[in-house]
Nanobody, 123 residues
Framework: VQLQASGGGLVQAGGSLRLSCTAS????????MGWFRQSPGKEREFVAG????????FYADSVKGRFTVSRDRGANTVYLQLSNLKPEDTAVYYCAAARSAFASTHQGDYNYWGQGTLVTVSS
């Protein structure tokens, strides 16, 4: 499975972006999916996760209420809507496919990763 993340860019604080992650084949539609991010000088951290059918979603406390994860199984695509962005949200955002039908906050539970898309939030 190959994952292609897109949608990053430069945005002012308070603005919005929508990230997309498209999988190369349909198998990924049965897997949980996660979004992670890595800021300069920091370790990669969990942002959001969604179960195989979209019925279960969860978020890091730092983005709860501002970010929304969703998926279109027919299109093999997972989305991350970023709203009310803050400068501290600046990072490379990665999507990942979980080993199981459910997402996780642990990076080791994911076996496929996208290449990342850069989000820069200016103050």
């Amino acid at each position: 499975v190959q994952l292609q993340a897109s949608g990053g860019g430069l945005v002012q604080a308070g603005g919005s972006l929508r990230l997309s992650c498209t999988a190369s084949r349909r198998t990924s539609s049965n897997n949980g999916m996660g979004w992670f991010r890595q800021s300069p000088g920091k370790e990669r951290e969990f942002v959001a996760g969604i179960s195989w059918n979209g019925g279960n979603t969860f978020y890091a406390d730092s983005v709860k209420g501002r970010f929304t994860v969703s998926r279109d199984r027919g299109a093999n695509t997972v989305y991350l809507q970023l709203s009310n962005l803050k400068p501290e949200d600046t990072a490379v955002y990665y999507c990942a496919a979980a080993r199981s039908a459910f997402a996780s906050t642990h990076q080791g539970d994911y076996n496929y990763w996208g290449q990342g898309t850069l989000v820069t939030v200016s103050s």
